[in-house]
């Protein structure tokens, strides 16, 4: 049996800096990964990398341990390349820049929701999904075709974590960081009158920033929190359902895969699993420690890379914080024109 190829990963998106280890057999030796939490209102860009550069030796060193490889014992460096926050993206690209010279092995640029999809490939033991992908700064519906990911429906605006977030530091809940329930839908569970607020559905897309806008208004116009949170949760996890039962229409996909931090709300489980026992398709939910933003899902979609032959130079390993998951093309997959 050939010896396995391993792969380290740093995911710095947004608040977390993770560090994961992977093997070209599938297994995922360490996933260590360190969030920051602001202490007022939502992620401070700057603040978070240089939180990220603060913790950034001890997450290294906590995978590395954990994950019994010795450092001249990798094969390859992968890093989140986009799409991200500037800054945040930067930390974690210098330090992959940093290692991969040392250390004399190739670097792989990942993109960040491709590798959402793929860690729940593995994981879930899922072959060709429609996958629905939430979080604080993402929210859309792809799925694989013509060798790339597609997007067949996304926000227009903000992200579904991001309007639930921002509203529970408004309604002072918190800032809710790898949290197992969300605050808001904490509270949504002590409500059960729907109040009145937009409904944003266009075609296969969804906004966001409206819904917000409205029921903070309705905090200030003396509201029950708990209602508003009940309608907050109901409306956006609609939305979200609505969106991802018409793409599983167009697809005929037989498989549903719910990944990203909005993977841990039961109540969105509930509505999908609905809709996929409709259509006779499986819901497939990423584990909660693979939810969030995390080191492993970057090691091991640069492993997947780096098996295709798709690495880049140092000088050419700039961060694209707008980076779309359609640019990509994933020759690991079967279908893709180089597979």
């Known amino acids: ?32 990964n360190k969030s920051y939490v602001p202490t007022e209102g939502g992620i401070h860009p700057r603040e978070a990398a240089q939180q990220h550069s603060a913790v950034a030796v001890d997450v290294l060193s906590s995978a590395l341990r954990v994950s019994g490889i010795e450092p001249a014992s990798l094969d390859v460096i992968a890093f989140s390349q986009g799409p991200g926050l500037g800054p945040c993206l930067r930390t974690g690209a210098t330090v992959a820049r940093v290692l991969s010279l040392l250390l004399g092995r190739p670097l792989v640029g990942v993109n960040h929701s491709l590798a959402h999809i793929e860690i729940g490939r593995l994981i879930c033991s899922c072959q060709d999904p429609l996958t629905l992908y939430v979080s604080g700064g993402n929210t859309m519906i792809a799925a694989f075709e013509g060798g790339r990911y597609r997007v067949f429906g996304e926000t227009l605006d903000i992200s579904a974590n ?42 296969m897309d969804v906004s966001f920033s409206g819904i917000l806008t409205a029921s903070i208004k309705l905090l200030s116009q003396g509201k029950d929190p708990e209602d508003v949170c009940f309608t907050l949760v109901e ?21 549903v895969l719910l990944t990203g931090g909005g993977a841990r709300s039961e109540r969105l489980q509930r509505s999908l699993r609905q ?24 090691s091991w979609n640069g492993l997947l890379h780096y098996q295709q032959g798709d690495t880049i130079e140092v000088a050419e390993s700039v961060v694209k914080p707008r980076m779309r998951i359609e640019e990509v093309e994933a020759t690991w997959r079967e279908g893709s024109p180089r597979h």
């Not at 995911?11 to 280890?21: I, N, P, R």
């Not at 839908?185 to 559905?201: R, S």
């Not at 996890?237 to 609505?242: D, I, K, N, Q, S």
């Not at 018409?246 to 037989?254: G, M, N, Q, V």
């Open 275 to 298: 809709i996929c026992q409709t259509h006779g398709a499986n819901l497939h939910v990423v584990p909660p420690q693979y939810a969030g933003d995390n080191g492993a899902m970057i």
């Open 1 to 32: 049996m050939s010896c396995a190829i391993s792969c380290l990963g740093i995911e710095s998106t947004a608040h977390t800096f993770g560090v994961g280890v992977s093997t070209s057999r599938g297994e995922i030796l360490a996933n260590e």
């Open 162 to 203: 991001n309007c639930l977030d921002s509203f529970a530091i408004q309604a002072g809940l918190g800032f809710p960081a790898n949290v197992k329930v969300h605050p808001v839908e904490q509270e949504a569970t002590k409500g059960g009158k729907l109040l009145d607020i937009p409904y944003i559905v266009k075609g």
């Open 235 to 255: 409306v956006v996890y609609g939305m979200l359902t609505e969106v991802t039962e018409r793409a599983l229409a167009h697809t005929e996909k037989k498989e």
